[in-house]
C-alpha cells in the first residue's frame, strides 16, 4: 500500500543553516505530494504541496521538488530561522483521496 | 474569515465519563476528518465523512463515535470504552482545490485530559 517515510529527528540546527528534511514515498502512480507544519501546541498548517513529477512547491522560503525517478520530496530552506522551529509533516494524497502521513521530523532552530 | 473551529482548546474529565468535542467548518467542505496525536507522535486517522449523513472507521476507531447531520459540523465523542482517551485530537476539512490536490485544512486542536 501507499507510505510515505520521513527522517527521523530530532533535527538540530543553528540559525542560517541550510535545511533538509528527507522525504521519500511509495505510491501507485503520481499522487500529489504535501509539506504541513506544527508548531507548539497547535494544529497543523499546509506549508507547500505539488501535485504532479517536477511540480516545485514553494512558500515561506520553503521549497520542495516532486522527484518521480527517486520517489522523494524533500524539504529545503535555504537560511533556517528560530521560528522555523516545530514539526514537519510529509504526506501524499492516496487513492481514496485520504492523506497518508509520514511520521513526523521534529526541527529545532539555535540561535 | 474561513476556518475550522474545534472547542474547547483544553477539556478535562473524570474516566469513564463520555465527552463530545465539538468541530465547525465554514470552508464549504465535503469532507470531514478527526484524527488523534499522542506527544512526540504522528496523526492516526479516527474517522472520517465524505458526504453529510455518512462516516467511515480511520485505523483507530474503537471507543469513539462519530456523527455527520451537518456539512459543518463533524462532533466526535470519546466513549468510556476508550481505553487511552488522553490526547491531542486535531479536527480537519478538505474539499476540491484548484488542481484538484485535496489538501487538508486543519482546526487549533483539542488537548484532553482524563483522569
Known amino acids: 500500500g501507499d507510505s510515505v517515510t520521513q527522517m527521523e529527528g530530532p533535527v538540530t540546527l543553528s540559525e542560517e543553516a541550510f535545511l533538509t528534511i528527507n522525504c521519500t514515498y511509495t505510491a501507485t502512480g503520481y499522487p500529489s505530494l504535501f509539506w504541513y507544519v506544527q508548531y507548539p501546541g497547535e494544529g497543523l498548517q499546509l506549508l507547500l504541496k505539488?501535485?504532479?513529477a517536477d511540480d516545485k512547491g514553494s512558500n515561506k522560503g520553503f521549497e520542495a521538488t516532486y522527484r518521480k525517478e527517486t520517489t522523494s520530496f524533500h524539504l529545503e530552506k535555504g537560511s533556517v530561522q528560530v521560528s522555523d522551529s516545530a514539526v514537519y509533516f510529509c504526506a501524499l494524497l492516496g487513492s481514496n483521496y485520504q492523506l497518508i502521513w509520514g511520521a513526523g521530523t521534529k526541527l529545532i532552530i539555535k540561535p | 474569515d474561513g476556518g475550522i473551529t474545534q472547542s474547547p482548546k483544553y477539556l478535562f474529565r473524570k474516566e469513564g465519563q463520555n465527552v463530545t468535542l465539538s468541530c465547525e467548518q465554514n470552508l464549504n467542505h465535503d469532507a470531514m476528518y478527526w484524527y488523534r496525536q499522542d506527544p512526540g507522535q504522528g496523526l492516526r486517522l479516527i474517522y472520517y465523512s465524505q458526504i453529510v449523513n455518512d462516516f467511515q472507521k480511520g485505523d483507530i476507531a474503537e471507543g469513539y463515535s462519530v456523527s455527520r447531520e451537518k456539512k459543518e459540523s463533524f462532533p466526535l465523542t470519546v466513549t468510556s470504552a476508550q481505553k487511552n482517551p488522553t490526547a491531542f485530537y486535531l479536527c480537519?476539512?478538505?474539499?476540491?482545490?484548484?488542481?484538484?490536490?485535496?489538501?487538508?485544512?486543519f482546526g487549533p486542536g483539542t488537548r484532553l485530559t482524563v483522569t
Open positions: 480537519a476539512s478538505s474539499g476540491v482545490a484548484s488542481g484538484g490536490a485535496y489538501e487538508q485544512y
Open positions: 505539488a501535485t504532479k
